[in-house]
C-alpha cells in the first residue's frame, strides 16, 4: 500500500476565466444563438400557408431541410461552450456586438 507521501495529489487545472467573464460570455453567446434559431424558423418556413404546401415548390422544401439541419447544428452549439479564457473573451466581444444586431434583424424580419 503507498503512503500519501509517494502518492500525487488530484488537483483541477486553473481556468484562468473570472465567473463574470464566463457568466456574461455564456449569456451573450446564449442569446445570440437563440435569435439564430429563431430568425432560422423564420426563413425556413414555406411561402405559402402551411407547411405541408412546402411539399409542392422544390425552392420550399429545399429550404424548409436547410433550416432544419441548421437549426439542429446550432442546438447542438449550445452545449458546446469556449475551451478557453480567450474563447469566452471573444464570445463577450462578438455577442456585444452580434446580439444587438441579430435582434435588430429578428424584429425587422418577423
Not at 31 to 56: D, G, H, K, Y
Not at 67 to 90: C, E, K, M, N
Given at each position: 500500500?503507498?503512503?500519501?507521501e509517494?502518492?500525487?495529489?488530484?488537483?483541477?487545472?486553473?481556468?484562468?476565466?473570472?465567473?463574470?467573464?464566463?457568466?456574461?460570455?455564456?449569456?451573450?453567446?446564449?442569446?445570440?444563438?437563440?435569435i439564430l434559431?429563431?430568425l432560422?424558423?423564420?426563413v425556413?418556413?414555406?411561402?405559402s400557408?402551411t407547411i405541408w404546401?412546402?411539399?409542392?415548390?422544390?425552392?420550399?422544401?429545399?429550404?424548409?431541410?436547410?433550416g432544419?439541419?441548421v437549426?439542429?447544428?446550432?442546438?447542438?452549439?449550445?452545449?458546446h461552450g469556449?475551451d478557453?479564457?480567450?474563447g469566452?473573451?471573444?464570445?463577450?466581444?462578438?455577442?456585444?456586438?452580434?446580439?444587438?444586431f441579430s435582434?435588430?434583424?429578428?424584429?425587422?424580419?418577423w
Amino acid at each position: 500500500m503507498a503512503t500519501s507521501e509517494n502518492t500525487p495529489e488530484a488537483k483541477l487545472p486553473a481556468s484562468g476565466v473570472s465567473a463574470g467573464l464566463r457568466i456574461a460570455a455564456t449569456l451573450l453567446r446564449t442569446a445570440f444563438i437563440f435569435i439564430l434559431i429563431a430568425l432560422m424558423i423564420r426563413v425556413s418556413l414555406p411561402q405559402s400557408e402551411t407547411i405541408w404546401s412546402a411539399w409542392e415548390t422544390p425552392g420550399d422544401l429545399v429550404r424548409l431541410w436547410l433550416g432544419v439541419g441548421v437549426s439542429i447544428w446550432l442546438v447542438w452549439q449550445l452545449f458546446h461552450g469556449p475551451d478557453d479564457a480567450q474563447g469566452y473573451r471573444t464570445w463577450l466581444y462578438l455577442g456585444l456586438a452580434a446580439v444587438p444586431f441579430s435582434l435588430i434583424c429578428l424584429i425587422a424580419i418577423w
